[in-house]
């Protein structure tokens, strides 16, 4: 499976975006967990968001609680990431990620793209 990450750009503060990560292979499972990650310049990367491939379970962390929210749609393989109320401190590289279940590491990564919010 490669995962595919678009939908970054600059946005003022206050305003949305939503990233998508299209997901390729042959076969896909519910108990995989797919998610977002963010870093930030200078920072380690952190957790944003994470969903079941059957779409249970959505999980946030909490600075994104409310403003973020993430989805998958199985017909196009892709999950997104929504992303309203956009705050400078959400300034960073996205990577969307997948693991085989919540025992496994995340160890499938896309590339990361840049979502920059300007005051």
């Known amino acids: 499976v490669q995962l595919q990450a678009s939908g970054g750009g600059l946005v003022q503060a206050g305003g949305s975006l939503r990233l998508s990560c299209a997901a390729s292979?042959?076969?896909?499972?519910?108990?995989?967990?797919v998610g977002w990650f963010r870093q930030a310049p200078g920072k380690e990367r952190e957790f944003v968001a994470s969903?079941?491939?059957?779409?249970?379970?959505?999980a946030y962390v909490d600075s994104v609680k409310g403003r973020f929210t993430i989805s998958r749609d199985l017909s196009k393989n892709t999950f997104y990431l929504q992303m309203n109320s956009l705050k400078l401190e959400d300034t960073a590289h996205y990577y969307c990620?997948?693991?085989?279940?919540?025992?496994?590491?995340?160890?499938?990564w896309g590339q990361g793209t840049l979502v920059t919010v300007s005051s």
């Open positions: 990620a997948k693991r085989d279940s919540d025992t496994n590491p995340y160890t499938t």
């Open positions: 969903i079941y491939w059957s779409g249970i379970s959505p």
């Open positions: 292979g042959r076969t896909f499972s519910a108990n995989w967990i």
